[in-house]
């Protein structure tokens, strides 16, 4: 009851005669917590703020960006001429929390095209919004980047696919998106895209051929399959039941990011070429053993052992790029 000697009916305070009492309701007001809309986290002028530090402290404008999965923070040291900016320093910027993630930004040069690599992404279940996640993707947008290669680390459920396997991703189930999460919810800044963007289509088929291509020139071509990558939130790895539903919808390889990132970049008209090593076969009998459950140890090690083949693979198609530029 408030000092106006109300009642609370059904939720609402009201007063004897039945109608709303006001002082609760306006106190009710202002209690209430309306959550920025993802959208509105990095508005356009901040993304250019944060692009036009890195484009005058580099002297670059990089037509290629990479993101590193986890233990795959080698791509980036492929990089010539590196100007190295730790996320700390930089303006607005979130930190990596993960390990394998090491939070730099190296912007140079690859195969003669310049480049932007980010040693270590954002993923959700760090606490990090969607957007926030992706944000510099957008970032690299405004840098001058055209292609987004976007790599990661994932359990392969297909049971062709062995440890070590390279996966092309062709397509992904948005298992957030199926839960209402986006990057993109909010209002839309026409700056970035469109309201609705379409993503048939998003893995660009070319890259993906040279890609086949390139493996087969490696002599790898064995080991590398084109499939369906699923971004789950973390950071909990899937029960056998989840990878056995994944499984049935046609999904052959399961990870923690990648989707939204590659949703933003779609968004912003970026081609777009990605791909996981697969680090781990995810088990899905229930008399799988202790030691085939997936944990981040194995993960990076898997990542450390491969990561010569995923950096050929790398410069390989960036050396394919250039001579199309
Ligand atoms: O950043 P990626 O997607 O490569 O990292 C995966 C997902 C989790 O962050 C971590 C789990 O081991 O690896
Ligand atoms: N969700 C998920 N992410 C991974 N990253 C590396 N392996 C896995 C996995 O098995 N599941």
């Keep these: 009851m408030c000092s106006r000697d109300c009642c609370s009916k059904g ?38 703020e944060i692009a036009d530090f890195l484009v005058k402290g580099s002297g670059i404008r990089p037509k290629i960006g990479i993101i590193c999965g986890s233990g795959l923070g080698s791509l980036a040291d492929l990089i010539q001429n590196p100007k190295v900016f730790e996320y700390s320093k930089i303006p607005n910027f979130p930190v990596s929390t993960v390990e394998g993630h090491a939070g730099k930004l190296v912007v140079g040069c690859l195969e003669g095209v310049n480049v932007m690599a980010m040693q270590g992404r954002f993923h959700y279940y760090e606490g990090y919004p969607l957007a926030k996640c992706s944000m510099p993707v957008r970032v690299m947008k405004l840098c001058g980047v055209e292609y987004l290669f976007a790599t990661n680390a994932a359990g392969g459920i297909n049971p062709k696919y062995a440890v070590g396997d390279i996966m092309l991703m062709h397509d992904h189930v948005n298992m957030l998106g ?17 309201r609705f963007p379409a993503l048939v289509n998003s893995y660009n088929k070319d890259l993906i051929n040279k890609a086949i291509d390139i493996s087969k020139a490696m002599g790898i071509e064995s080991s590398v399959h084109v499939g369906v990558y699923s971004c789950l939130g973390g950071p909990t790895y899937e029960t056998i039941a989840e990878l056995r539903a994944l499984r049935m919808m046609g999904v052959d390889a399961v990870g923690m990011s990648t989707v939204h990132e590659v949703i933003t970049a779609r968004h912003c008209d970026m081609k777009v070429f990605a791909f996981s090593l697969i680090t781990n076969k995810c088990a899905t009998e229930y008399s799988e053993k202790k030691d085939e459950e997936a944990n981040h140890d194995e993960v990076m090690a898997v990542a450390k052992n491969k990561q010569k083949a995923c950096c050929e693979m790398v410069s390989r198609l960036v050396a394919e790029i250039q001579k199309s530029l």
Excluded: H, W
Excluded at 30 to 47: A, C, F, K, R
């Design 11 to 48: 939720g609402v305070s009201r007063t004897k005669d039945g109608n709303p009492c006001e002082r609760r309701a306006e106190k009710q007001e202002t209690d209430i917590i309306v959550p920025t809309p993802q959208s509105l986290l990095y508005p356009y002028e901040m993304i250019q």
């Design 178 to 194: 199926f839960a209402g999460n986006s990057p993109l919810q909010g209002p839309n800044d026409p700056r970035f895209g469109p």
